[in-house]
């Protein structure tokens, strides 16, 4: 964790989810990775859990000052940078890639969403009992919502 960042994890219910662990600790680690490295100082992270109809739900959000509505459909392309210019070893561009391609593999929703005030959040829906599977991604824009929503 940053310095001047604050975090907030709600209660996360005890609940034994059957998937491969690296790919799941992969996932999660690159997710809270970039909550906390692209949060400004002052700002915060917040991750909260709960289960919902056979499936884990998962998310975690940050406060935010960078993204933009149209940077949401980019977020997963490999080696997309918000900032072409920003050069630094700690990012190459290609964590949220994998974040999809793994989530895929496991059978996870991924949703990513920016709301009004600034606050981007990532949304797993994770299968209690999910394993290895070749499922081809999907794209969807919210439409009845406020904050765009993309889900892969």
Not at 14 to 35: F, M, P, R, W, Y
Request: proline share 5%; glycine share 8%; hydrophobic share 45%.
């Amino acid at each position: 964790m940053r310095p001047g960042i604050d975090a907030q994890l709600d209660e996360i219910p005890e609940i034994t989810i059957n998937t491969d662990k690296s790919l799941l600790v992969s996932i999660l680690g690159n997710l809270l990775e970039n909550a906390f490295g692209y949060t400004t100082s002052g700002g915060f992270v917040i991750c909260s859990a709960d289960q919902h109809e056979g499936k884990v739900i998962l998310n975690i959000s940050n406060s935010n000052d960078q993204l933009q509505q149209s940077d949401l459909a980019h977020l997963f392309e490999p080696f997309w940078r918000k900032n072409a210019a920003r050069n630094d070893s700690a990012h190459s561009g290609l964590g949220l890639a994998l974040v999809a391609a793994y989530a895929r593999l496991l059978q996870i929703e991924v949703a990513v969403a920016l709301d009004e005030a600034g606050w981007f959040g990532v949304r797993l829906a994770i299968p209690i009992e999910s394993g290895p599977a070749e499922i081809k991604p999907a794209v969807e824009q919210a439409t009845s919502e406020p904050a765009s929503k993309i889900i892969y």
